[in-house]
């Protein structure tokens, strides 16, 4: 591969436990290391909705539908590979008896009963974080200032989750099982990276790659959150009312959600083909966010990474290209 050009591509990609999955034009694949040092590829028979349905690949509508579509795709990966690395093997795990009584009356269903409630447990906790907290504070703020922060209350709120997004990241980051995703995270970057250079996909090559991307998830929620500011700033221009009460105006910024994220990932798609002024503005608080949620990774994790990688793409890289 080492003679063809550098080119921009649509493959992405996703840190999974002990492995990564890649998405390209052979469909989806996982690449998992097992615990006894094996990596185990497997492709996965993946149906979008927008090929059933042609209006859901529509700009904007698309990505609302590629975000729920990932979340599912996500979540159920990541079972996958909890399973395939062995995480999911309880034999030699010590269980309480409440814990074995689970296990003997829902047997394999257990952990997928246990993901269910972290996950909603987990949404739960975002809107409270991401949403309640930050109206929250500025109300309190508002209120000690005698209303002068007003104008400025979708600017602030903005502000506010940022910053809750960034230490957020920085804490759960110091997690020894995070980091270790973390790298798998790293890997996937740095093996796309080495791909669209036209570099041979060997652990030495991709060592020399970055593991910041535009197009990364994180990217993407960076994005959402500079956009959920603009529109924050404009609605409570528009309703000023709304503004002061709390639940409608939650409510309404959940409304234009759908908005943001279709928006936030066209131009997640621009930024994978420009390289203007523009998209490094945007894009430069994201890759800057990477520096958190990737890693450097070792050997076998970039092997990881490489695996999952060609079990995804063509022998033509013009093929894979963004269209």
Not at 183 to 209: D, P, Q, R
């Amino acid at each position: 591969m080492s003679d063809k050009k550098v080119h921009k591509t649509s493959v992405g990609g996703q840190a999974l436990i002990e492995g990564v999955m890649m998405q390209g034009p052979k469909g989806v694949a996982t690449a998992v290391r097992q615990s006894d040092g094996n990596i185990v590829v497997k492709h996965h028979d993946i149906k979008h909705a927008r090929d059933k349905h042609k209006f859901l690949g529509w700009p904007v509508i698309r990505g609302v539908v590629g975000f729920v579509e990932s979340m599912i795709l996500g979540y159920k990966m990541l079972m996958y590979s909890a399973e395939a690395s062995g995480m999911e093997d309880m034999e030699d795990v010590e269980m309480n008896k409440f814990e074995k009584w689970l296990t003997d009356k829902l047997g394999d269903k257990f952990m997928n009963i246990i993901m269910g409630i972290a996950t909603v447990l987990g949404f739960a906790l975002a809107f409270l974080i991401f949403f309640y907290l930050p109206v929250l504070v500025f109300n309190r703020l508002n209120a000690w200032t005698d209303g002068v922060l007003t104008p400025w209350q979708g600017t602030i709120e903005g502000v506010l989750k940022i910053v809750i997004f960034v230490v957020y990241i920085a804490l759960v980051s110091q997690m020894k099982d995070i980091k270790r995703t973390f790298m798998y995270h790293g890997a996937e970057h740095k093996s796309i990276a080495c791909y669209e250079a036209g570099l041979e996909l060997t652990v030495e090559n991709v060592k020399k790659c970055s593991r910041f991307h535009p197009r990364c998830g994180t990217s993407f929620i960076f994005v959402m959150l500079i956009f959920s500011i603009v529109f924050s700033t404009i609605l409570s221009k528009i309703f000023p009312a709304i503004a002061t009460i709390r639940v409608l105006w939650m409510l309404l910024k959940l409304a234009f959600i759908p908005l943001i994220m279709g928006l936030g990932y066209e131009f997640i798609k621009y930024a994978g083909r420009h390289d203007n002024i523009l998209v490094k503005i945007l894009s430069a608080p994201g890759l800057w966010m990477q520096r958190l949620t990737t890693r450097e990774p070792d050997d076998e994790i970039i092997e990881v990474g490489i695996e999952s990688l060609k079990a995804v793409i063509t022998d033509n890289p013009e093929d894979d290209e963004i269209k």
